[in-house]
């Protein structure tokens, strides 16, 4: 029974580290898009959404036969736990990928009225943020953990660059107000995938650890 239990426990990480890696290419292509103003790719991204939820639902399933027929050991059920959460993280990602490409659609007919550099640094920040706590899982890497978790500092900092840019060049020509809350809006979203990587980590230390922290 338990070669059985820690093989199906295994197949649940690979799993998780399946969508953690389509979530990590849906900000990808949605961030391409934006850059290019490409529709065909923003669309994309809406369907990858498809299939990043039925992973969700496939392995939230599974967690839950595990738990129903196997009566896991504390520690076992501490990793189902884990699982269960992050990959609820993973696919809100991937609705926030989406959120950006639906944005993207809105602005692929429009000159932009910036040049679009730091957004970018946000969306390559927030995937090393995802790429770091997928190794840390792999690896049962607090360390590794706690160094992507402290990466949304620097989200944070960004977006607050980009906001007062775009509220300074908003108070010079009113016209462009519907470009300028669409950038905030996309640079909104990546904070908030920052947000759930930075609660991918905490899952992760708790899993490994035992102990509950906030970033």
Do not use: W
Not at 47 to 63: G, N, S
Not at 89 to 107: F, M, Q, S, W, Y
Not at 127 to 135: A, G, H, P
């Amino acid at each position: 029974m338990r070669k059985y239990f820690d093989k199906e426990l295994e197949n649940l990480h690979d799993s998780l580290l399946k969508m953690g890696v389509m979530v990590e290419e849906m900000i990808d292509i949605s961030i391409d898009s934006l850059l290019k103003q490409d529709d065909v790719l923003a669309d994309k991204v809406i369907e990858l959404d498809d299939r990043v939820d039925e992973m969700e639902i496939k392995i939230e399933k599974k967690c839950l036969e595990l738990i129903a027929l196997q009566q896991p050991m504390a520690k076992d059920l501490r990793d189902i736990s884990a699982i269960l959460k992050i990959i609820t993280d993973l696919e809100r990602i991937g609705d926030h990928g989406v959120n950006i490409a639906k944005v993207t659609k809105k602005l692929s007919k429009e000159d932009y009225i910036k040049p679009l550099i730091d957004i970018p640094r946000m969306a390559n920040i927030s995937k090393k943020m995802i790429r770091k706590s997928l190794d840390s899982f792999v690896k049962k890497d607090i360390e590794l953990a706690k160094e992507a978790a402290k990466m949304d500092d620097e989200i944070d900092d960004i977006y607050e660059k980009i906001y007062l840019e775009l509220l300074e060049m908003l108070t010079q020509n009113k016209e462009i107000m519907t470009q300028v809350v669409n950038l905030l809006f996309i640079g909104r979203y990546i904070e908030r995938i920052a947000d759930h990587t930075t609660n991918i980590c905490e899952r992760i230390i708790y899993m490994v650890s035992g102990i509950r922290v906030e970033y």
